[in-house]
């Protein structure tokens, strides 16, 4: 769900940097072969996520949610030389074309991928994070930034996709992954450990900076 007005969000595309034809050619295959290609992340998206870490130069990221692999590709592009990015995902079946285009983006050696729950696999973790991207089931946001704080840095981002919901958060009665969503946004900001700010890009990103 984009926030925007369509002809808005066109004009902002248009004076932004394109969107590289790898990034082109696999958000086309997912859109005709994956269910809900929705899930990406998109151009605008993507340019965010490679900018702000660009910006840090994280030697770490953990993903929450791989889907296809767009948004992996560009936050691995802000990685240190020396940097890795490790990325969960419930859906073994994507697995194949993720691994292809971080090949053909020249990413695949400092990305690593996990399948399984993300719940079992975040514990097993002994990296200190500069950066946490969560993007997953929504019901366990909550449960991912409480598994997730410790592991981040001191100065270190947690920015959470999806997190306006297409504007249900606003509605008085919320199904159980609104609620999950609304139950997030209000966690992060009455949490004093973390400066925090929503941004509308797409679909709201969360985003909270840890201070101790």
């Given at each position: 769900?984009?926030?925007?007005?369509?002809?808005?969000?066109?004009?902002?595309?248009?004076?932004?940097?394109?969107?590289?034809?790898?990034?082109?050619?696999?958000?086309?295959?997912?859109?005709?072969?994956?269910?809900?290609?929705q899930?990406?992340?998109?151009?605008?998206?993507?340019?965010?996520?490679?900018?702000?870490?660009?910006?840090?130069?994280?030697?770490?990221?953990?993903?929450?949610?791989?889907?296809?692999?767009?948004?992996?590709?560009?936050?691995?592009?802000?990685?240190?030389?020396?940097?890795r990015?490790?990325?969960?995902?419930?859906?073994?079946?994507?697995?194949?074309?993720?691994?292809?285009?971080?090949?053909?983006?020249?990413?695949?050696?400092?990305?690593?991928?996990?399948?399984?729950?993300?719940?079992?696999?975040?514990?097993?973790?002994?990296?200190?994070?500069d950066?946490?991207?969560?993007?997953?089931?929504?019901?366990?946001y909550?449960?991912?930034?409480?598994?997730?704080?410790?592991?981040?840095?001191?100065?270190?981002?947690?920015?959470?996709?999806?997190?306006?919901?297409?504007?249900?958060?606003?509605?008085?009665?919320?199904?159980?992954?609104?609620?999950?969503?609304?139950?997030?946004?209000?966690?992060?900001?009455?949490?004093?450990?973390?400066?925090?700010?929503?941004?509308?890009?797409?679909?709201?990103?969360?985003?909270?900076q840890?201070?101790?």
């Open positions: 769900m984009n926030l925007l007005p369509k002809l808005l969000e066109k004009y902002i595309e248009e004076n932004s940097t394109k969107e590289e034809s790898l990034l082109q050619e696999l958000s086309r295959e997912t859109h005709l072969k994956v269910q809900m290609p899930m990406l992340s998109g151009h605008l998206q993507g340019l965010f996520l490679e900018f702000i870490s660009t910006m840090i130069q994280p030697k770490r990221i953990l993903e929450i949610g791989t889907f296809t692999g767009y948004s992996a590709i560009c936050l691995a592009k802000g990685l240190t030389t020396d940097g990015l490790y990325t969960i995902d419930i859906n073994e079946e994507l697995q194949p074309m993720v691994e292809r285009y971080l090949y053909l983006a020249g990413l695949n050696q400092k990305v690593e991928q996990w399948i399984g729950d993300a719940r079992e696999i975040i514990p097993t973790f002994e990296e200190t994070f950066m946490v991207f969560i993007d997953a089931d929504k019901l366990n909550s449960t991912y930034y409480d598994l997730v704080f410790d592991k981040v840095k001191q100065g270190g981002y947690i920015i959470a996709d999806n997190v306006l919901w297409s504007g249900k958060v606003l509605e008085e009665k919320k199904d159980k992954d609104t609620q999950a969503i609304d139950n997030y946004n209000k966690k992060v900001a009455a949490d004093s450990r973390v400066k925090n700010f929503i941004l509308p890009l797409r679909d709201g990103l969360n985003i909270a840890k201070l101790i």
